[in-house]
């Protein structure tokens, strides 16, 4: 069983606890607020839970053995940092760190003292997404992608009153790549890799982060659009593009729909998917079994697969918000 820690109490937490104790592999041993009212009236539910204030006290919980972070963006770094030197393996919301020199720093900090660092970029590790995955063709055979996840926040509505909610402020990190792109450029990296050029245009809000913004990653013989926003909604469908046809997916944070357009023979195929009610079931599922498999070969290799995509992720990201202009507090340590 794994004992997990929470250091965060919105309504993600409460989604990837009830995740996680679905899975059967996990149960909630403590809970960091900085506020005691604030971690009782999030932890009373689940039973018997500790509850610190004090970050040093909750990393001194030794049957804690693992830690999910989904504080502001630009506390991921120290938190997990103090974690990990604590000896607990750390599971972190995306977008895990604000810069590359966080993520490598991290990452060399696990491996030297053997725990685990996953980020929780759950749509990579959905069924239906692996199985889009595995039925794409070769690269030379793809031609194009469009992929979209644009919906309107009610924090923008505060920015709009002259305030600056965590989600669109440049101090922790957000903005709308961050916080609903960085699906988008997960799904691009893990199908088809690490483009050699990327360009971001954004359109830049009052605090200084994206409101909404298109980017192109250029591969060697194709390119994929990206647009996400946080200021507008979107309906669009994402698409994939081959020389037979067109694959149509309902989205890419969460694919529960999807039909190939077979130019050739003029008919539509629906592709057979299926989702959980929860959709953070199958990656809390994934990072129990790599905690709890350590020497099994397969899940190690899974596990590194994972680790260095979120660094490739981590990269494309710095490198687009860069080329739109966009400076985090993180970059200026």
């Known amino acids: 069983m794994i004992h997990l820690g929470i250091i965060g109490t919105n309504w993600i937490s409460d989604q990837f606890v009830e995740a996680a104790l679905k899975t059967g592999k996990y149960d909630l041993a403590a809970v960091y607020s900085r506020k005691l009212e604030s971690a009782q009236a999030f932890g009373e539910k689940y039973g018997d839970v500790e509850y610190a204030t004090d970050l040093k006290v909750f990393f001194g919980i030794e049957h804690m053995t693992t830690v999910y972070i989904a504080s502001p963006n630009s506390l991921h770094f120290e938190q997990a940092k103090q974690a990990i030197l604590?000896?607990?393996n750390v599971i972190v919301e995306k977008p895990a760190f604000s810069t590359p020199d966080e993520m490598d720093e991290i990452i060399s900090l696990t491996n030297e003292k053997r725990v685990y660092f996953f980020e929780a970029a759950r749509n990579i590790h959905e069924k239906s997404f692996k199985k889009i995955g595995s039925l794409l063709p070769l690269k030379n055979e793809i031609i194009g992608a469009n992929f979209t996840y644009m919906k309107y926040s009610s924090r923008y509505d505060q920015v709009l009153d002259g305030q600056e909610p965590n989600v669109f402020s440049p101090y922790f990190s957000g903005g709308a790549l961050m916080d609903l792109g960085i699906y988008l450029v997960y799904a691009a990296v893990a199908w088809f890799g690490v483009p050699v050029e990327s360009h971001y245009f954004a359109r830049k809000i009052s605090t200084g982060v994206d409101g909404l913004g298109t980017a192109i990653l250029r591969y060697d013989?194709?390119?994929?659009?990206?647009?996400?926003?946080?200021?507008?909604?979107?309906?669009?469908?994402?698409?994939?593009?081959?020389d037979s046809g067109t694959l149509l997916l309902d989205g890419i944070n969460s694919i529960s729909k999807a039909e190939f357009h077979d130019r050739s023979h003029q008919q539509i195929e629906r592709?057979?998917?299926?989702?959980?009610?929860?959709?953070?079931?199958?990656?809390?599922?994934?990072?129990?079994?790599?905690?709890?498999?350590?020497n099994d070969r397969n899940w190690g290799v899974q596990y590194e697969e994972w680790v260095e995509l979120a660094r490739n992720v981590n990269r494309v990201l710095t490198y687009l918000r860069k080329d739109a202009g966009i400076v985090f507090e993180a970059d200026k340590k």
């Open 271 to 294: 592709i057979s998917l299926t989702a959980e009610e929860n959709p953070m079931v199958e990656e809390a599922a994934d990072f129990a079994n790599v905690i709890e498999n350590p």
């Open 221 to 242: 013989h194709f390119d994929v659009t990206i647009q996400a926003g946080k200021i507008g909604d979107s309906f669009l469908s994402s698409e994939i593009y081959f």
């Open 86 to 88: 604590a000896g607990k």
